[in-house]
């Protein structure tokens, strides 16, 4: 074989190793990122739980206001 044939073969193999060392990275990212994408909907649930809750806890209060301007 001839040098040029050897030199394109070592090329193709350190580009095989290179883009394998890539998609592992771009695995492990992904996986990083679905974690954070878990950990943003937990926390909007919550965050909605609060927001329900808030809402719930002010109609009672005018609901209370209204019977102390009426009922008295």
Partial sequence: MSERTLDLKD???RT???FKGLESQLQ???KQL??????VV???IGYQTV????RNLYNMVQ???GQ?????
């Fill in 51 to 54: 927001v329900k809750e808030n």
């Fill in 63 to 65: 609901d209370l206001i």
């Fill in 11 to 13: 090329l193709l193999s």
């Fill in 42 to 44: 937990a926390a909007a």
């Fill in 68 to 72: 102390f301007a009426y009922g008295a």
């Fill in 28 to 30: 492990n990212d992904l």
């Fill in 34 to 39: 679905g974690n954070i994408v878990q950990e």
């Fill in 16 to 18: 095989k190793c290179e």
